[in-house]
């Protein structure tokens, strides 16, 4: 009947659990994730002419998500915020040594690459899609993960050189 | 192929977002390199040890999407927006009329066409000269001086005194005409 709610019931189902996860994994929404996730659904309902229009509706509702997010954080108390999203510590014990010095490398990493890596690396997007979410050219998208995996080579080999 | 070149495409490569085609002209490049190979290996597993870094198993929601909420809401900015579209429309449609209405009393008077028409101007000719008989007759020349001198010698009658005279000279070829326009 109501074709919008309709069609954005069925990316709830497809993008959901990750935009949920995107939610978990940032210490400081992850306590209020899934009412965050109805918000960014509540939004893009707001503005379905956009998810229409927009080069890919998952990257579409990832840049809703952020800025769910940036405005749950802005209303969170000062001494509530985390200001680090990504050092989460996976309990498993028999995890690779390397991992360990690479979640603090990659939490020691500018805010602005850091963002950038994880929609690469946790949520598969691409150059273009995280230019969309981040709203910025795809050259920046590409510079930053460019300096940022080259950090984090250099974090578990020290002793490389470039080709 | 340049070192920097080179890094730029085997990021690209471990990050998945070459073409097919480039990244299988790459391909054939690092068969002949082996420096470039192990190079492109170490960036590989970094990105797989970094994903497993920040790994974490997606799960699924444990509340299903808000539809009668959504459907509310969609219902309440759609009126919203109905009733923002309308007042916009009332809005434009009085600055409109009262735009219209300012520059209707702000106009000024309009000035009525002179319908009347002047009367027919007073057109004298120079009475010729040679016309008197007897004596020789005068050259047919003519001065401004000579007319005027000959406009004042004539009797000034009531009418004639509230005239305005104007020489009039249509032509080289055509003797000048003294035109008396009464006001």
């Known amino acids: 009947m109501d074709a919008p709610v309709n069609q954005l019931e069925e990316l709830y189902r497809e993008m959901g659990p990750a935009l949920l996860a995107y939610f978990r994994r940032q210490p400081a929404l992850a306590v209020a994730a899934e009412d965050l996730l109805q918000?960014?659904?509540?939004?893009?309902?707001?503005?379905?002419?956009?998810?229409?229009?927009?080069?890919?509706?998952?990257?579409?509702?990832?840049?809703?998500a952020r800025h769910v997010g940036l405005d749950a954080l802005r209303r969170q108390r000062p001494t509530e915020a985390v200001d680090e999203q990504t050092h989460v510590a996976v309990p498993d014990t028999g995890e690779d040594a390397r991992l360990e010095p690479l979640r603090a490398a990659?939490?020691?990493?500018?805010?602005?690459?850091?963002e950038t890596l994880l929609l690469k690396l946790q949520h598969e997007l691409s150059y273009e899609e995280i230019a969309e979410v981040l709203a910025i050219p795809?050259?920046?998208?590409?510079?930053?993960?460019?300096?940022?995996?080259?950090?984090?080579?250099?974090?578990?080999?020290?002793?490389?050189?470039?080709? | 192929m340049k070192p920097e070149d080179l890094e730029a495409l085997l990021l690209d490569r471990a990050l998945g977002e070459l073409s097919p085609a480039v990244r299988e002209l790459l391909d054939e490049y690092l068969m002949g390199n082996p420096d470039a190979t192990r190079h492109a290996d170490t960036l590989t597993a970094t990105l797989q040890l970094a994903r497993q870094a920040v790994a974490l198993p997606p799960e699924m929601p444990q509340r299903p999407l808000e539809m009668d909420t959504l459907r509310r809401a969609r219902q309440t900015w759609r009126w919203?927006?109905?009733?923002?579209?309308?007042?916009?429309?009332?809005?434009?449609a009085v600055l409109g009329l009262a735009l219209g209405w300012y520059?209707?009393?702000?106009?000024?008077?309009?000035v009525l066409a002179q319908t009347s028409r002047p009367e027919p101007a007073d057109v004298r000719t120079i009475p010729a000269e040679a016309s008197s008989g007897g004596a020789v007759a005068a050259p047919r020349f003519w001065s401004l001086?000579?007319?005027?001198?000959?406009?004042?010698?004539?009797?000034?009658?009531?009418?004639?005194?509230?005239?305005?005279?104007?020489?009039?000279?249509?032509s080289p070829m055509k003797m000048p005409r003294v035109v008396e326009e009464k006001l």
């Open chain 2, 80 to 92: 919203r927006r109905l009733k923002r579209e309308t007042l916009r429309l009332a809005a434009c």
């Open chain 1, 138 to 163: 795809v050259g920046t998208v590409r510079s930053r993960l460019h300096h940022a995996v080259l950090r984090l080579r250099e974090t578990i080999n020290p002793k490389l050189n470039s080709p």
């Open chain 2, 103 to 110: 520059a209707h009393a702000s106009r000024p008077a309009p």
């Open chain 1, 106 to 114: 990659i939490a020691g990493l500018p805010a602005a690459q850091r």
């Open chain 1, 39 to 64: 918000d960014t659904f509540m939004r893009a309902l707001q503005r379905m002419d956009r998810l229409r229009a927009s080069v890919s509706p998952r990257a579409y509702l990832y840049g809703i």
């Open chain 2, 145 to 170: 001086a000579k007319l005027q001198a000959e406009q004042r010698s004539r009797p000034a009658s009531a009418s004639h005194q509230e005239s305005h005279y104007q020489l009039q000279w249509d």
